[in-house]
């Protein structure tokens, strides 16, 4: 008898199975999680998921590595650029040609990811918001939105699903004006999180929700394998841009947050909320460090390809790698499995953070109200395509 | 410590028998582990102080297909305190004329993570995980026949009676 049969056959006469999702607004997206309650307690959750499972294994066993591209940026669709930033470093390392794309290309992956960053926790922390009870903080994450979704749009031709970032360079070269435009931006936007800070951050009704509630403790979050914010707001420094130095990152200076307990405790919802809040600031900051290189010594010259250094095929010797990047919502992994003989991976495993930190839920929710049990799915910012791929 | 180190460690706690080799040629070294050692070797590693593996990062059933019939399933381990990575692989043959699952050692008492991962590959790949406390399908629905990653799995053309287009 699995566990699941046993908890559904012992379940007590004044319990009570409900169903939450796959429809409910608040499990943000096709999650559908069987609660046992006793009133308003939760006494146990059992996440069901799937139903947003597109295959995406099965696809990239079929497709050469610069195919499946789109695919992945069909993963976590709210960060699409750090998807395909992670695939395209997979296959650039194990072709070897990882050492010899131009300082321009990383420059401009890494100034794209971390604008989708800001965009994905921008869609955290307002959709947050909104599952609390407070409306207004999410109109205006959705409006600062636009403006990346507009600059992305612009540079790669499409606004969620870019396919910008290429094996070995990228699809084209930022458009004229892009550095300007995103200067603007940047100071546009810093004001508007001072504003969303009062309006959110600071807020009592807000804080009474969060605060103390869902509290994950550091050895829970690593045995279950939850990184990225969740891991950092448990109070462990944790981040694959410093733990691996891929791409630009050792020539950028940024701040790795994490959660202090300042309003409850340690690894609780709101130290979550607010590690994805700093983040938001050290992602700015690392704009404008990309801004300044890319338009003093890595300016832009005519006789500058992008392309220039994208393999005609690829083939990668036969071996097995994994690569990891750091995600907005954590630890993304690709597994490759190659033959060496065929552009077509043997076997490609993706490792989504949201899989691995949406597999905590049952461990941080027993015992909580229905409504808490809403703020820790909350926090916990799964996206289903990620979840299911 | 490197992963020569881990190697000699491994092989003084549990004898020269439960590392079966070692493959090095790729960008990323993995020790072939004994599969019935696995879980053993696993809780050392977490547990040691010199080791301190803490976070298994990912867990990937393979098929082999239909020339090797062998399936293995790869574990990479990470160490957050002193930031080293692992990769342990297991492999077993299949023997195709009794129809039987391969099966492996459950982990998910040493990592929590491992627990739906291998789930995934029980669902995806049909891999049977002894021991493990849950193991059901996880991405496709309760009623599905087969074990879509396999090499040799046929397309599903109806499921429940409805018509798949595709």
């Given at each position: 008898?699995?566990?699941?049969?046993?908890?559904?056959?012992?379940?007590?006469?004044?319990?009570?199975?409900?169903?939450?999702?796959?429809?409910?607004?608040?499990?943000?997206?096709?999650?559908?999680?069987?609660?046992?309650?006793?009133?308003?307690?939760?006494?146990?959750?059992?996440?069901?998921?799937?139903?947003?499972?597109?295959?995406?294994?099965k696809?990239?066993?079929?497709?050469?590595?610069?195919?499946?591209?789109?695919?992945?940026?069909?993963?976590?669709?709210?960060?699409?650029?750090?998807?395909?930033?992670?695939?395209?470093?997979?296959v650039?390392?194990?072709?070897?040609?990882?050492?010899?794309?131009p300082?321009?290309?990383?420059?401009?992956?890494?100034?794209v990811?971390?604008?989708?960053?800001?965009?994905?926790?921008?869609?955290?922390v307002?959709?947050?918001?909104?599952?609390?009870?407070?409306?207004?903080?999410?109109?205006?994450?959705?409006?600062?939105?636009?403006?990346?979704?507009?600059?992305?749009?612009?540079?790669?031709?499409?606004?969620?699903?870019?396919?910008?970032?290429?094996?070995?360079?990228?699809?084209?070269?930022?458009?004229?004006?892009?550095?300007?435009?995103c200067?603007?931006?940047?100071?546009?936007?810093?004001?508007?999180?001072?504003?969303?800070?009062?309006?959110?951050?600071?807020?009592?009704?807000?804080?009474?929700?969060?605060?103390?509630?869902?509290v994950?403790?550091?050895?829970?979050?690593?045995n279950?394998?939850?990184?990225?914010p969740?891991?950092?707001?448990?109070?462990?420094?944790w981040?694959?841009?410093?733990?691996?130095?891929?791409?630009?990152?050792?020539?950028?200076?940024?701040?790795?947050?994490?959660?202090?307990?300042?309003?409850?405790?340690?690894?609780?919802?709101?130290?979550?909320?607010?590690?994805?809040?700093?983040?938001?600031?050290?992602?700015?900051?690392?704009?404008?460090?990309?801004?300044?290189?890319?338009?003093k010594?890595?300016?832009?010259?005519?006789?500058?390809?992008?392309?220039?250094?994208?393999?005609?095929?690829?083939?990668?010797?036969?071996?097995?790698?994994?690569?990891?990047?750091?995600?907005?919502?954590?630890e993304?992994?690709?597994?490759?499995?190659?033959?060496?003989?065929?552009?077509?991976?043997?076997?490609?495993?993706?490792?989504?953070?949201?899989f691995?930190?949406?597999?905590?839920?049952?461990?941080?929710?027993?015992?909580?109200?229905?409504?808490d049990?809403?703020?820790?799915?909350?926090?916990?910012?799964?996206?289903?395509?990620?979840?299911?791929? | 410590?490197?992963?020569?180190?881990?190697?000699?460690?491994?092989?003084?706690?549990?004898?020269?028998?439960?590392?079966?080799?070692?493959?090095?040629?790729?960008?990323?070294?993995?020790?072939?582990?004994?599969?019935?050692r696995?879980?053993?070797i696993?809780?050392?590693?977490?547990?040691n102080?010199?080791?301190?593996?803490?976070f298994?990062?990912?867990?990937?059933?393979?098929?082999?297909?239909?020339?090797?019939?062998?399936?293995?399933?790869?574990?990479?381990?990470?160490?957050?305190?002193?930031?080293?990575?692992?990769?342990?692989?297991?492999?077993?043959?299949?023997?195709?004329?009794?129809?039987?699952?391969?099966?492996?050692?459950?982990?998910?008492?040493?990592?929590?993570?491992?627990?739906?991962?291998?789930?995934?590959?029980f669902?995806?790949l049909?891999?049977?995980?002894?021991?493990?406390p849950?193991?059901?399908?996880?991405?496709?629905?309760?009623?599905?026949?087969?074990?879509?990653?396999?090499?040799?799995?046929?397309?599903?053309?109806?499921?429940?009676?409805?018509?798949?287009?595709?």
């Amino acid at each position: 008898m699995t566990r699941y049969e046993a908890l559904l056959s012992n379940i007590e006469p004044q319990e009570m199975i409900l169903n939450m999702g796959p429809q409910h607004p608040s499990t943000h997206g096709v999650l559908r999680l069987e609660l046992i309650t006793d009133g308003e307690i939760v006494k146990e959750v059992i996440p069901h998921i799937g139903y947003l499972h597109r295959c995406f294994e099965k696809h990239a066993e079929n497709l050469t590595f610069q195919q499946t591209i789109p695919f992945t940026d069909r993963m976590d669709y709210l960060a699409s650029m750090n998807n395909s930033h992670a695939w395209a470093m997979g296959v650039e390392r194990m072709l070897g040609i990882d050492k010899e794309i131009p300082r321009r290309v990383e420059y401009i992956r890494v100034l794209v990811c971390e604008l989708n960053r800001i965009a994905s926790h921008l869609i955290a922390v307002g959709t947050y918001g909104i599952d609390i009870g407070a409306f207004t903080p999410f109109l205006w994450c959705f409006r600062d939105r636009e403006h990346i979704m507009g600059m992305l749009e612009w540079a790669s031709g499409a606004r969620m699903l870019y396919n910008y970032i290429w094996v070995g360079g990228l699809f084209y070269d930022l458009p004229v004006g892009f550095e300007e435009r995103c200067r603007e931006f940047v100071d546009y936007f810093k004001p508007k999180m001072v504003e969303l800070n009062q309006l959110l951050t600071d807020n009592q009704i807000f804080i009474s929700r969060t605060a103390n509630v869902g509290v994950l403790p550091a050895d829970v979050a690593i045995n279950y394998g939850c990184s990225g914010p969740m891991l950092r707001g448990s109070g462990i420094k944790w981040d694959l841009r410093r733990a691996d130095e891929y791409s630009a990152y050792p020539e950028l200076e940024f701040d790795i947050p994490v959660g202090k307990g300042l309003m409850g405790t340690v690894g609780d919802c709101w130290d979550r909320y607010k590690v994805r809040i700093d983040e938001i600031e050290q992602s700015v900051f690392v704009i404008e460090q990309c801004l300044e290189r890319l338009q003093k010594e890595l300016k832009r010259t005519p006789d500058f390809d992008p392309r220039g250094k994208l393999p005609r095929k690829i083939v990668p010797k036969a071996q097995d790698f994994y690569v990891r990047a750091e995600n907005p919502k954590g630890e993304l992994g690709f597994y490759f499995v190659c033959d060496g003989r065929t552009e077509i991976p043997k076997r490609v495993k993706a490792r989504g953070p949201s899989f691995n930190n949406l597999s905590v839920i049952s461990e941080i929710s027993r015992g909580v109200l229905i409504a808490d049990l809403v703020a820790i799915i909350g926090s916990i910012d799964i996206v289903l395509g990620e979840v299911d791929r | 410590m490197n992963f020569n180190d881990v190697k000699v460690l491994i092989e003084e706690r549990f004898g020269p028998d439960a590392i079966l080799g070692t493959e090095e040629t790729g960008l990323q070294p993995a020790l072939l582990v004994q599969p019935d050692r696995i879980a053993g070797i696993c809780t050392e590693l977490r547990d040691n102080p010199a080791t301190y593996f803490d976070f298994l990062a990912c867990l990937t059933g393979v098929d082999h297909g239909a020339d090797e019939r062998a399936f293995s399933v790869v574990y990479h381990l990470s160490s957050i305190p002193y930031n080293t990575q692992l990769v342990l692989k297991v492999k077993k043959q299949v023997n195709e004329t009794s129809g039987e699952m391969p099966f492996f050692d459950t982990v998910s008492p040493v990592w929590k993570t491992a627990e739906w991962h291998e789930r995934e590959a029980f669902d995806l790949l049909g891999i049977y995980f002894t021991g493990h406390p849950d193991l059901r399908r996880i991405l496709l629905p309760d009623d599905w026949e087969g074990h879509p990653l396999r090499k040799d799995y046929e397309t599903a053309e109806y499921y429940n009676g409805i018509k798949i287009d595709f």
